[in-house]
C-alpha cells in the first residue's frame, strides 16, 4: 500500500477505503469503500452482503478471518448508481476508535487503499455523476455554518452554477460555430465576421459575463461578510465587539489605546456569516506599535463590507474628515456611545455629503444596547449578501478567473472581427481559436475541458472520504 504522506498521484481503477464519517468516538461510523472490488471486499468482512440485493441493508458481522471485529449494517450499491459511479459497500458499524481502526485494516489487508482527500467525490466527477461546481458545493455544503451558505451550497450542488456556466459555454459554441461556417465553407464568400448578428451576440455575452464578474455576494456568503468596528480610542469598540459576540472576545479598559491589532470573531447575522473586526482607535500617534495598528484599522474598514462607527457621544465632537471619507453608503451604522451620560435628543441619522447614515445612541454596558443595534446591522447584511440567496452565484477565486480568462479570448476575436475584410480566411481562424479558447476557459469550471491539474486543485481541500 502506498504511504500515506499526500505525495503520490491519483490513480483511476484502484479500489479505495476511507471512514466516511468523523473521526470521534460515535454510536455510528461509515466506513465506504469504492471500486471494482468493493463487492468482494465487502462480502468477505460481513458475509451477510453475499446475494443481498443492492441498496438493501443488511445486518451482520463484521469479520477478518475467523476474528469478530464489529456487528452492525452493510449496504451494497452497483456501478453506475452510486455515488461514485463504481460499485460501492458501505459497513456501519459502531464508533470507537478501536472497532474503526479494526475494520480499516481488515479491507486495507486486500486489494484496496486509503482514499486520498475528495477522491470519492472525484471519481463521482469523472464518471459524469457530477460536475466540478456541484463537487464544490459538496465540500461547501459540508463545510457549512450558517442557514445562507447551506442554501447556496445546496444550490451549487443540485447544479445551478453548473448549469449557469454551461450556459455561458453554449454561448460560445453558437458565435464558433458561426465563425467556423466562414472557414469550412470559403467559396460562399460568407461574409460572417462583419455580420452585425455576430458582433452583438458577441457583445452580449461579455455583458453578461462582466456582470457575473461584479458579483461579490456568493464569494462573501462562502467566506464570510466582512464588518469593520472602527472609531477613536476609548469610544467604546471592544465593549460592543463583546456584545454582539456574546462573550469576552477584547480587553476592555478606560485605558485609551488597549486594542493594538485587529481583533476578529464570527458571527451569524441572519443567517449570514460575518467576520467582525474590532480595530485600534483612530488617531495620531508617535508610538510606533499603536501607528501600526491605526494604519491596520484604516486597512480593516476600507476592505468591509459593512462599517459600524463607534462615536463616543460625551466629547460632542463631529465627524472628522478621516471617518466621512470612510462611510460606505447604505452599509454604515453610527453608534452614539454613553449615550446615558448625555442629556440631549439624539437624531435617527445623520448626513454626511448628501448620504443618510442610521445612527443608535446606546450605553453599551447594557444588555438592552443588543436588541436595538442588531435589527439595523441585519438589515445592512443582508443587504450585502441577499443576493446569494436566491442566484448561482461565484463562489471561488478560479470561477473569476475562468471569467477573467475567456473576457480576454472574447476580447481578442473582436479585435480580430475588427480586421475583416484584409484577408477572411486567417482572420477567421484566429477568430475561432480566441473562442475555442473562450469556451475552454468556461468549460474548466464545470469540468467539460478540465484538466488534471484543475481536479487536483477542486480536491485537495476535500476531507478524507468524501
Known amino acids: 500500500m502506498p504511504p500515506m504522506n499526500g505525495t503520490f498521484d491519483y490513480i483511476a481503477g484502484d479500489t479505495i477505503v476511507a471512514l466516511a464519517t468523523a473521526p470521534v468516538a460515535a454510536g455510528v461510523a461509515i466506513i465506504r469503500i469504492s471500486g471494482p472490488e468493493a463487492w468482494s471486499v465487502g462480502e468477505s468482512i460481513c458475509s451477510a452482503l453475499k446475494g443481498a440485493s443492492v441498496r438493501r441493508a443488511v445486518w451482520g458481522k463484521f469479520k477478518f478471518g475467523s476474528e469478530e471485529l464489529d456487528e452492525g449494517l452493510a449496504m451494497g450499491f452497483r456501478a453506475p448508481a452510486s455515488f461514485t459511479g463504481e460499485d460501492v459497500v458501505e459497513l456501519h458499524g459502531h464508533g470507537g476508535k478501536a472497532v474503526v481502526q479494526a475494520v480499516l485494516e481488515a479491507v486495507l489487508a486486500h486489494v484496496v487503499r486509503m482514499a486520498l482527500p475528495g477522491e470519492f467525490s472525484r471519481r463521482a466527477v469523472l464518471n459524469g455523476k457530477m460536475d466540478l461546481t456541484a463537487a464544490e458545493g459538496l465540500a461547501d455544503l459540508i463545510a457549512a455554518q450558517t442557514d445562507v451558505q447551506r442554501r447556496q451550497a445546496l444550490r451549487q450542488l443540485d447544479g445551478a452554477l453548473g448549469e449557469r456556466f454551461e450556459g455561458w459555454r453554449t454561448a460560445v459554441m453558437h458565435l464558433l460555430a458561426q465563425v467556423e461556417a466562414a472557414i469550412d465553407f470559403p467559396d460562399e464568400e460568407l461574409e460572417v465576421l462583419s455580420a452585425p448578428a455576430l458582433t452583438k451576440g458577441m457583445h452580449q455575452l461579455m455583458g453578461t459575463l462582466q456582470d457575473?464578474?461584479?458579483?461579490?455576494?456568493?464569494?462573501?456568503?462562502?467566506?464570510?461578510?466582512?464588518?469593520?468596528?472602527?472609531?477613536?480610542?476609548?469610544?467604546?469598540?471592544?465593549?460592543?465587539?463583546n456584545l454582539l459576540t456574546g462573550r469576552d472576545v477584547a480587553i476592555v479598559s478606560d485605558i485609551a489605546g488597549t486594542t493594538r491589532d485587529v481583533v476578529t470573531s464570527m458571527l451569524d447575522i441572519g443567517g449570514f456569516p460575518v467576520t467582525l473586526a474590532d480595530t485600534a482607535?483612530?488617531?495620531?500617534?508617535?508610538?510606533?506599535?499603536?501607528?501600526?495598528?491605526?494604519r491596520r484599522a484604516r486597512l480593516q474598514a476600507q476592505r468591509a463590507d459593512v462599517l459600524v462607527l463607534v462615536v463616543d457621544s460625551t466629547l460632542g465632537e463631529e465627524l472628522g474628515p478621516d471617518f466621512a471619507e470612510l462611510l460606505l453608503p447604505g452599509r454604515t451604522l453610527i453608534i452614539m456611545s454613553k449615550a446615558d451620560r448625555v442629556d440631549m435628543d439624539f437624531p435617527p441619522q445623520i448626513t454626511v455629503d448628501g448620504v443618510e447614515y442610521p445612527v443608535v445612541a446606546v450605553n453599551l454596558t447594557e444588555a438592552e444596547a443588543f436588541g436595538r443595534i442588531l435589527p439595523v446591522l441585519s438589515r445592512m447584511v443582508a443587504a450585502v449578501g441577499g443576493e446569494a440567496s436566491e442566484s448561482a452565484l461565484l463562489t471561488r477565486q478560479r470561477h473569476k478567473q475562468a471569467v477573467e480568462e475567456a473576457l480576454k479570448a472574447l476580447g481578442q476575436a473582436l479585435k480580430g472581427m475588427a480586421r475583416a475584410g484584409t484577408d477572411d480566411g486567417s482572420v477567421a481562424e484566429l477568430v475561432a481559436q480566441d473562442l475555442r479558447d473562450a469556451a475552454a476557459a468556461i468549460g474548466s469550471v464545470t469540468g467539460r475541458t478540465g484538466s488534471e491539474d484543475v481536479l487536483d486543485v477542486v480536491f485537495s481541500t476535500f476531507c478524507i472520504g468524501k
Open 212 to 241: 457575473a464578474l461584479g458579483e461579490q455576494a456568493g464569494a462573501r456568503v462562502r467566506d464570510g461578510i466582512a464588518m469593520a468596528i472602527v472609531g477613536k480610542p476609548n469610544a467604546g469598540k471592544s465593549t460592543l465587539l
Open 281 to 294: 482607535g483612530m488617531r495620531a500617534t508617535k508610538d510606533v506599535i499603536e501607528a501600526e495598528g491605526v
